[in-house]
């Protein structure tokens, strides 16, 4: 099993960064493909970015593709994800996930490990 704890969400004004962190306790981080997602009240949660568990191949929501980078460090048990260009509508709570094996998917019920999530709030 592994534990997902998130930090480094914030109020920032539009246009600005914020790096999110996920730090996971437990056993061979380097088998688990990890994803970030996010969620508005009211709204499912989508897929933000995932990647693969050795940190070789990510894939982005078309909506921040170009301005967030997801990362990780398997030696620090931690993935990152680094959110540039910030705007409005990216305002949400953002969670980390964690699927054991090589395949990273799109679909929350996919993923069997989640964090307690991080508010990420950008005004205008």
């Known amino acids: 099993q592994v534990q997902l704890v998130e930090s480094g969400g914030g109020l920032v004004q539009a246009g600005g960064s914020l790096r999110l962190s996920c730090a996971a306790s437990g056993r061979s981080f380097s088998n688990y493909a990890m994803g970030w997602f996010s969620q508005v009240p009211g709204k499912e949660r989508d897929i933000v970015a995932r990647i693969s568990r050795n940190g070789g191949s990510a894939v982005y929501a078309d909506s921040v593709k170009g301005r967030f980078t997801i990362s990780r460090d398997n030696a620090k048990n931690t993935v990152y994800l680094q959110m540039n260009n910030l705007k409005p509508d990216d305002t949400a709570v953002y969670y980390c996930?964690?699927?054991?094996?090589?395949?990273?998917?799109?679909?929350?019920?996919?993923?069997?490990?989640w964090g307690q999530g991080t508010q990420v709030t950008v005004s205008s």
């Open positions: 996930a964690a699927r054991r094996g090589p395949y990273y998917y799109t679909a929350p019920e996919e993923y069997g490990y």
